[in-house]
């Protein structure tokens, strides 16, 4: 411990200038794209970079990794946001850009509820429509989104989260009560 307080100021710098806005009051615009006057609010709690980026950049960032949890400047605090209110749509059986677009989606639920291992999200989902030999369940399930009913699913809970949740149960005998609740 001893050996710590000398650092103890730079440590607490560190904390405050990543629950704060970073270097972002000192960029004109957004350091992702360059695009001079956009305005960068936007942060995520678990991508591994630390500055403001724009909406598009965020949304861009993050269509492959719709679970992330993010947060908007609102001038003087940080207020979470979801990325389906921001836009963001997952497009199951293509690829998550421009080039890959479903011709003929199949709408899905604009409050699709996702279990993660972080926390409960929002999901804006679009079903292709353009393969009759896959199904919406099996979509969601290809996807790794086990769903909780097999009709017109609403929700589903990650494989990911099933999986920590085995190995909870079994290694420490967690109920699903005490997982939930945790």
Known sequence: LKTW???????????LWCEGQGDGLQVLGCPACNIPGESSVYCCNECFFDELICKGCCLHW?????FHHVKEWKGLHFKAVALANLGLCVQLNHASDEQDVCPSPKAGLSNFIVLHVNGLHSVNIIF??????????????QHGLFPTTVQQPQTCSTFQLLHYFHLQSIQLKVSTIHFYQA
């Not at 993050?62 to 719709?66: D, K, M």
């Not at 292709?128 to 399930?141: A, D, F, R």
């Open 5 to 15: 307080i000398p650092y103890w100021d730079a440590f607490l710098d560190a904390l």
């Open 62 to 66: 993050h269509a492959r990794l719709p």
């Open 128 to 141: 292709c429509g353009c393969s009759k030999t896959c199904s919406v369940l099996n979509q969601l399930l």
